[in-house]
């Protein structure tokens, strides 16, 4: 699993501040974080910053270079004039974040990050939004994504498609689908390109103290149908822990044997059921509760641990 660091983000009040004040010292503390967390490579978010994203990058990329030298940066901006900026301080150890089938971005951002030998996250969506099933998302996938990636010269263990996870809060009848997405992605593509999802994105809107358990379980999911990358927190011991777990197949906690048996019926295209789970085992029973919440047989609610 190769792990992007997400916690360089504008959503962050914290770095929003450490942007807005120039703040050199959070950004490499934070930085040595995650590497130090074991991640490969570190999204840096920054938003639109459409009149400063240049300058912001350029400063920003300093930043890393003295902090983490060596480290993969992913540029994370509809800015492309800042992803450039970037991009011509680090070539090609770097990642474009992102393109989507949208004619102007599918036009130039896979070519700008052939010029540089950067990788390239697309995502499945086009200018009618994301597309609900895992089929739609194929189609463009297969007939826009990949075939531009191609035509610009990017190698498919360079392209990064990312199906888009919608939140269990709110659009829970489609969280199954970025699931299929990779799992048929991994089938039909020949030869297929990487895969990536930004994790969190299915526990937005849903409180604090219980994104992580919801986090681990989708990704354990998403790793039995053949993801290959993440922008997650690694500050989260858990979730690198589960990834431990997976990688390794090392069940000596009941969390990991019930981890282990989720990743292989959900990657054998069956269903995790009641008989697998020990219902004395506390944390057992929250990933089951989790599994059944992520493929919409539960209603959400902000009490479905508690049921």
């Given amino acids: 699993m190769y792990k992007i660091g997400e916690n360089i983000h504008i959503i962050s009040p914290k770095v929003k501040e450490g942007l807005k004040e120039r703040n050199g010292s959070f950004f490499v503390e934070l930085a040595r974080k995650q590497k130090s967390a074991g991640v490969d490579a570190l999204d840096l978010n920054i938003g639109p910053q459409k009149?400063?994203?240049?300058?912001?990058?350029?400063?920003?990329?300093?930043?890393?270079?003295?902090a983490?030298?060596?480290m993969t940066l992913s540029?994370?901006?509809?800015?492309?004039?800042?992803?450039?900026?970037?991009?011509?301080?680090?070539?090609?150890n770097s990642i474009v974040n992102s393109t989507s089938a949208e004619e102007e971005r599918l036009?130039?951002?896979?070519?700008?990050?052939?010029?540089?030998?950067?990788?390239?996250?697309?995502l499945c969506m086009d200018k009618s939004g994301i597309p609900v099933s895992a089929d739609a998302r194929i189609e463009i996938a297969m007939e826009k994504l990949i075939p531009r990636a191609v035509e610009v010269g990017i190698p498919m263990e360079r392209l990064y498609v990312d199906p888009l996870?919608?939140?269990?809060?709110?659009?829970q009848e489609f969280v199954p689908e970025a699931i299929e997405t990779v799992r048929m992605l991994k089938m039909l593509a020949d030869p297929p390109p990487n895969t990536v999802v930004g994790l969190s994105n299915v526990s937005n809107s849903v409180p604090a103290e219980m994104r992580p358990l919801l986090n681990r379980v989708y990704l354990v999911m998403l790793m039995a149908v053949?993801?290959?990358?993440?922008?997650?927190?690694?500050?989260?011991?858990?979730?690198?822990d589960t990834i431990r777990i997976i990688e390794t197949r090392e069940n000596s906690s009941a969390a990991g044997d019930l981890f282990l048996k989720l990743f292989d019926a959900t990657a054998a295209m069956e269903t995790l059921t009641p008989d697998m789970v020990d219902q004395n085992e506390?944390?057992?029973?929250?990933?089951?509760?989790?599994?059944?919440?992520?493929m919409n047989?539960?209603?959400?609610?902000?009490?479905?641990?508690?049921?």
Avoid: H
């Avoid at 540029?75 to 090609?92: P, S």
């Avoid at 036009?107 to 697309?122: D, F, H, R, S, T």
């Fill in 51 to 66: 009149k400063s994203g240049p300058e912001v990058v350029d400063w920003l990329t300093d930043i890393m270079l003295e």
């Fill in 68 to 70: 983490v030298p060596g």
């Fill in 75 to 92: 540029f994370d901006t509809t800015n492309l004039a800042a992803i450039e900026t970037g991009l011509k301080k680090v070539g090609a």
């Fill in 107 to 122: 036009q130039n951002v896979p070519e700008m990050a052939a010029k540089y030998g950067a990788g390239l996250i697309a």
């Fill in 165 to 171: 996870i919608l939140t269990v809060s709110g659009c």
């Fill in 226 to 240: 053949g993801l290959d990358s993440a922008i997650l927190d690694p500050l989260d011991q858990k979730m690198m």
């Fill in 282 to 294: 506390p944390e057992q029973v929250e990933i089951w509760k989790s599994v059944q919440v992520l």
């Fill in 297 to 307: 047989n539960v209603i959400y609610t902000d009490s479905y641990l508690r049921l």
